[in-house]
């Protein structure tokens, strides 16, 4: 599966603190969060059942700002919250690639490829094991990434 994002991709921020409250995001990182989840979803098939485990590349591109681990992390919270994947823990995304090209034009590509467990068949649509939350990927099943799409 193949998804982008158009726009800067905001670093993921850490919470701040204000004095004697609950902590809060910066607006700007709130506001780019929104927007990338909103071009998520509108990017999803109709039936689109959220990946428990999966390998992702996302390539950034654009103007070198901030660090590549809290531009990586924004667009995995993004994918999460607009449930494109189950959760970004190194259980349901043993994978990552990130890659950053600088240019003129801002955004990011996204590749995720379903982690298919050993006792699942490629050419089924159902799996006959269910992953739990808490367990997206066993220490001892061994995986290959497959492409969700055809």
Known sequence: MELQLSGRVVPKARPRMARGKVPFLPKPYKLWKEDAIHQLQLQLPWAFRTIETASIEIEIFGQARGDLDNLAGAVLDALVQARVIHDD??????????????????GANIKIMREILPNESLTSKTSTKKTTVANCRTKNNAQRPVDLCP
Do not use: A, K
Request: aromatic share 6%; with cysteine.
């Open 89 to 106: 823990r190194v259980n349901c995304v043993p994978r990552l690639l990130i890659t950053f090209t600088p240019g003129p034009e801002s």
